[in-house]
């Protein structure tokens, strides 16, 4: 029975020797159960110093004792895995064999070859000994990458990532952790293709195929425009013979039409001429209309104005005479008080008067109904009346040590016919108020006389005016002050009155100025009111 029993063994080593490639048994020894160590246990036994394992491919045996003795420097080292782009590619049972990936060949022997995108690699090895696996120390370069061994440690798998076209040899190797040199090293060279666009034969197929389009576009191009001329040409043809119909067609309208407009001109001569009559009595009709609005809106104007601007010039000079008059009956004040008094009321009362008349004045010269007086009388008379009534002006007396009074008049007699009263009362004004805004120099005032009118003019070296305030000295209730100090009392009527008394007297007034200068007034009138 024990010698069946070797005899059964020996057959056994026999043909595991025989049969199973060596290659194999280092397959086996990485497969991943052979960590698993029940697995192992219940698939292996040891008889007569050779141990028996049951693989994947079969049964295999081996004596140990010559694996454990064996010499460090000749472990193998074999390449045992495999994945390119992420996908796991079976590297067969041995070197040297073609493997496959998805139906594409690839020599395996000392040599991969890769496309182009086959650029992310992940490469396994393994050196067969068993016995002190946990001592194995693995590096790897990359050549001609670079030429220096990287440590890899205990780690068997070399991951290489987005490598460009082109030839590289990778280079394993394995040592023990007490060798101070590898106990054996691997190669494989890698090899990426290069992707056809770059190349020059590539580059020449795509510009011939480039100019061959461009020909036949060009060339298609060209037969359409010629079809495109041709069938232009036909229908220009057609065009031309509609234009002549359309033509003929158009001088007969065109006949037709000169004759309506020659019977819409007499027409419109008609029109027009009944149009004129009735726009004449339209306007005739309009400007009355528009006279009476005016005077209506004048007359409500001149209530509102009176009523709001006129209230306190009035109230004042009454406020002043009334409250002297009570103080005329107080028997507290002297005589000579009380003629003071007297003189306050005499100059509010005039004052008043003044004032009144200037509202009369306005309102009869804003209504319309301002009449003149008018007659002949001598020129140089009324000047030498006007600078006799000078002499009595409060303001003048005040400052008569400071301003002296010239006037002008030409060597002959001037004779004009215009309103005495109102030609008076303006140039009165017009001196009053150059005394009242000078306050040291000359004034000097009179006339010029031409073949058709008469130049009055008053010159002052008093304050003046700026060009703003020229613009607006003729409006009513217009004042200004002299270095923000009032000059005088007044209601800003004078100059507007002035203004219009010379207008209606078929004149024109204007000022010329400068300010801290003087300023000068004119007035034109001619010699015979019309």
């Not at 389009?213 to 359409?224: E, K, S």
């Not at 209601?491 to 004149?507: D, R, S």
């Amino acid at each position: 029975m024990k010698s069946v029993s070797r005899s059964v063994q020996f057959l056994f080593v026999l043909y595991f020797l025989v049969f199973v490639p060596i290659d194999v048994v280092g397959q086996v020894f990485n497969e991943k159960h052979f960590n698993d160590l029940d697995s192992f246990f219940s698939t292996s036994f040891f008889k007569d110093d050779y141990f028996t394992y049951e693989g994947k491919k079969g049964w295999m045996a081996f004596q140990y004792d010559s694996i454990i003795n064996k010499k460090k420097q000749n472990v193998p080292l074999y390449f045992t895995m495999l994945e390119i782009n992420g996908e796991r590619v079976d590297v067969g049972s041995c070197n040297g064999r073609e493997i496959s990936n998805n139906a594409q060949v690839l020599s395996y022997k000392n040599r991969l070859d890769l496309s182009s995108d086959e650029r992310n690699l992940k490469i396994g090895f393994s050196a067969l000994d068993f016995s002190l696996t946990n001592a194995i120390q693995y590096f790897y370069r990359l050549l001609p990458h670079s030429d220096k061994w990287v440590s890899l440690g205990t780690n068997n798998l070399v991951v290489l990532n987005n490598l460009q076209p082109g030839e590289y040899e990778l280079e394993v190797g394995a040592t023990y952790s007490d060798f101070n040199h590898f106990i054996n090293k691997q190669s494989l060279k890698i090899n990426i293709n290069t992707p056809h666009w770059p190349k020059i034969w590539f580059v020449g197929f795509i510009l011939l195929f480039g100019l061959i389009i461009i020909f036949l576009i060009g060339r298609v191009r060209f037969v359409r425009l010629r079809v495109e001329k041709k069938s232009l040409i036909e229908r220009l043809r057609e065009s031309n013979k509609k234009v002549d119909i359309q033509k003929r067609e158009i001088e007969i309208q065109r006949n037709i039409a000169i004759h309506h407009r020659q019977l819409l001109s007499e027409q419109k001569v008609i029109i027009e001429s009944l149009t004129n009559d009735m726009n004449c009595k339209i306007n005739e009709r309009t400007r009355h209309l528009e006279i009476a609005k005016n005077r209506a809106e004048n007359s409500d104007r001149l209530k509102s104005s009176f009523l709001s601007n006129m209230s306190h010039e009035i109230r004042t000079p009454m406020n002043a005479i009334i409250g002297f008059s009570d103080l005329l009956i107080d028997h507290a004040f002297t005589e000579e008080e009380k003629l003071n008094f007297v003189q306050m009321i005499r100059i509010n009362g005039d004052y008043l008067l003044s004032l009144l008349n200037d509202i009369i004045d306005i309102s009869m010269i804003e209504s319309g109904n301002l009449k003149l007086n008018l007659s002949e009388f001598d020129l140089t008379a009324f000047i030498n009346d006007i600078y006799l009534s000078c002499q009595g002006n409060k303001y003048f007396i005040d400052k008569k040590d400071r301003i002296e009074i010239f006037y002008s008049i030409p060597n002959s007699a001037v004779i004009i016919y215009s309103d005495h009263v109102r030609l008076t009362q303006v140039l009165l004004n017009l001196v009053n108020n150059a005394i009242k805004y000078t306050n040291e120099g000359i004034i000097r005032f009179g006339f010029e006389a031409n073949s058709d009118n008469v130049l009055f003019f008053v010159h002052d070296t008093g304050v003046g005016l700026t060009n703003e305030e020229q613009k607006t000295i003729f409006d009513r209730f217009t004042r200004f002050n002299a270095d923000g100090r009032l000059i005088d009392r007044g209601n800003g009527l004078g100059l507007t009155i002035c203004k219009n008394l010379i207008e209606n007297m078929q004149g024109r007034i204007w000022v010329e100025s400068k300010k801290n200068e003087g300023s000068s007034f004119f007035f034109r009138l001619p010699f015979t009111y019309c």
